[in-house]
């Protein structure tokens, strides 16, 4: 079996990029994706460089999650007054509101534009094209098709339809994560025992897609994102002897985007 195993929000804070990056050093990660957003981007991607030729790094689309790339005045309808996204949870109330049963279809052009940036930004800052594309967290029909268009306008995968354009690619779920995501509750994911007992059935398929989270957590991170703490389970689990034993004994090669060209 091939398994492609991918740590999202590379780049969210730094001391989530330094957590995938040990995932990648020292574990079974060799996927990940960029925050382009960010303000600190531009130093996450100096570190991630001298992995290029070892995994595929690809871009994590973002309308949810710190500033944006385009003004106020191009997007005004994602910007909360403080010229940072919606939340997740703020779009989403958006959606369901009886006067704007599609929020997203109304400021389709708004969404096309500033994941432009990001893309052009991503292009700037690693002097190539994206090597996959990933939503992040808050998605729905129209973030899926924009994502979709993109995709193929750079000539590049979009994550959520590998099952759909890969023979027998099983993607699996994220069963472990516990929700809400109390400390608690974050604190009591077991990524290890859900993977190694085959929960999602992976081990029956040519090809298996895994999405993790790994990452330490720092103070900004406990600010942006309600995953934090799970994020050091991630990265506990895909750095551990038992999960690359795992591999080892069921005889997984693990890929990135860039193996799958062709296919």
């Not at 098709?145 to 690619?169: P, V």
């Amino acid at each position: 079996m091939k398994l492609l195993v991918q740590s999202d929000d590379y780049g969210i804070t730094k001391g989530a990029a330094q957590g995938a990056l040990e995932a990648i050093r020292n574990g079974i990660v060799r996927n990940t994706g960029l925050f382009a957003n960010m303000t600190w981007a531009e130093e996450c991607v100096e570190w991630i460089r001298p992995y290029f030729n070892q995994i595929a790094f690809g871009l994590d689309l973002n309308m949810s999650t710190g500033p944006a790339l385009c003004n106020a005045e191009q997007i005004p309808d994602l910007l909360q007054s403080n010229q940072m996204f919606l939340s997740s949870s703020m779009n989403r109330a958006l959606d369901t509101d009886q006067n704007q049963n599609d929020h997203c279809a109304v400021i389709e052009a708004q969404i096309r534009l500033e994941f432009e940036a990001q893309i052009q930004q991503y292009i700037k800052l690693t002097g190539k094209k994206p090597d996959y594309l990933h939503g992040h967290a808050y998605g729905t029909e129209t973030t899926l098709k924009i994502s979709r268009e993109l995709a193929q306008k750079y000539g590049c995968r979009y994550s959520m339809d590998l099952a759909n354009e890969i023979k027998d690619m099983k993607m699996a779920g994220m069963g472990w994560y516990k929700f809400p995501p109390t400390y608690e509750n974050q604190l009591a994911d077991d990524p290890i025992s859900f993977i190694t007992a085959d929960t999602d059935g992976l081990l029956k398929h040519q090809y298996a897609y895994l999405i993790t989270h790994c990452g330490y957590c720092d103070a900004p991170l406990i600010q942006l994102s309600s995953f934090n703490l799970n994020r050091l389970k991630d990265l506990e689990a895909m750095t551990s002897a038992t999960i690359k034993d795992w591999v080892k004994e069921n005889h997984i090669e693990l890929i990135n985007y860039n193996d799958l060209k062709g296919i």
